[in-house]
Protein backbone atom coordinates (compact mmCIF):
# COMPACT_ATOMS: atom_id res chain seq x y z
CA UNK A 1 0.00 0.00 0.00
CA UNK A 2 1.54 3.30 -1.12
CA UNK A 3 0.30 7.12 0.29
CA UNK A 4 -0.44 9.20 -2.04
CA UNK A 5 2.12 12.02 -0.91
CA UNK A 6 4.93 9.48 -1.89
CA UNK A 7 3.74 8.79 -5.26
CA UNK A 8 6.21 10.34 -7.65
CA UNK A 9 4.79 12.00 -10.67
CA UNK A 10 5.58 10.70 -14.16
CA UNK A 11 5.96 12.32 -17.09
CA UNK A 12 3.27 11.53 -19.68
CA UNK A 13 4.46 11.00 -23.38
CA UNK A 14 3.16 13.46 -25.82
CA UNK A 15 1.31 11.03 -27.89
CA UNK A 16 -0.55 9.63 -25.37
CA UNK A 17 -1.40 13.47 -23.36
CA UNK A 18 -2.69 14.20 -27.54
CA UNK A 19 -4.58 10.85 -27.32
CA UNK A 20 -6.16 11.56 -24.12
CA UNK A 21 -6.72 15.34 -24.95
CA UNK A 22 -8.30 13.94 -28.06
CA UNK A 23 -11.01 12.42 -26.02
CA UNK A 24 -11.96 15.14 -23.79
CA UNK A 25 -14.62 18.27 -24.94
CA UNK A 26 -12.49 21.34 -26.02
CA UNK A 27 -14.22 23.55 -24.14
CA UNK A 28 -13.02 21.48 -20.90
CA UNK A 29 -9.70 21.83 -22.10
CA UNK A 30 -9.77 25.33 -22.38
CA UNK A 31 -11.18 25.09 -18.54
CA UNK A 32 -8.47 23.19 -17.26
CA UNK A 33 -5.98 25.41 -18.98
CA UNK A 34 -7.03 28.41 -17.23
CA UNK A 35 -7.58 27.05 -13.83
CA UNK A 36 -3.86 26.25 -13.71
CA UNK A 37 -3.16 29.09 -14.92
CA UNK A 38 -5.34 31.09 -12.51
CA UNK A 39 -4.02 28.97 -9.52
CA UNK A 40 -0.45 29.60 -10.36
CA UNK A 41 -1.27 32.85 -10.27
CA UNK A 42 -3.60 32.88 -6.94
CA UNK A 43 -0.29 30.85 -5.63
CA UNK A 44 2.06 34.44 -6.93
CA UNK A 45 0.15 36.51 -4.71
CA UNK A 46 0.44 35.41 -0.81
CA UNK A 47 1.40 37.04 2.28
CA UNK A 48 -0.40 39.37 4.49
CA UNK A 49 0.81 43.00 3.15
CA UNK A 50 -0.17 42.68 -0.03
CA UNK A 51 -0.73 46.14 -1.90
CA UNK A 52 -4.41 47.34 -3.19
CA UNK A 53 -3.38 46.45 -6.73
CA UNK A 54 -1.89 42.72 -6.15
CA UNK A 55 -5.23 42.13 -3.98
CA UNK A 56 -7.10 43.11 -6.89
CA UNK A 57 -4.89 40.93 -8.95
CA UNK A 58 -5.45 38.15 -6.64
CA UNK A 59 -9.43 38.92 -6.54
CA UNK A 60 -8.91 38.84 -10.47
CA UNK A 61 -7.24 35.21 -10.53
CA UNK A 62 -9.65 33.49 -7.63
CA UNK A 63 -12.54 35.23 -10.32
CA UNK A 64 -10.76 33.29 -13.33
CA UNK A 65 -10.23 30.23 -11.39
CA UNK A 66 -14.16 30.36 -10.03
CA UNK A 67 -15.18 30.51 -13.96
CA UNK A 68 -13.23 27.47 -15.05
CA UNK A 69 -13.69 25.60 -12.17
CA UNK A 70 -17.48 26.09 -12.24
CA UNK A 71 -17.19 24.27 -16.20
CA UNK A 72 -15.24 21.67 -14.61
CA UNK A 73 -17.16 20.40 -12.44
CA UNK A 74 -20.11 20.71 -14.22
CA UNK A 75 -18.19 17.92 -16.29
CA UNK A 76 -16.74 15.84 -13.46
CA UNK A 77 -16.76 16.94 -10.02
CA UNK A 78 -13.52 15.63 -9.29
CA UNK A 79 -11.98 18.31 -11.68
CA UNK A 80 -11.90 21.33 -10.24
CA UNK A 81 -8.46 23.04 -9.10
CA UNK A 82 -7.84 24.67 -5.88
CA UNK A 83 -5.44 27.40 -5.50
CA UNK A 84 -2.71 25.70 -2.59
CA UNK A 85 -2.91 22.49 -4.86
CA UNK A 86 0.72 21.23 -6.19
CA UNK A 87 -1.09 20.04 -9.46
Do not use: W, Y
Request: net charge negative; with cysteine; charged share 20%.
Amino acid sequence: MTASHLLVPVPIPDRVAALIGSCIPPHILQAEFDADCAAREVRRFRGPRLGVEDQADREQALSELARANKVLAAHHPQLAVLPGSPF
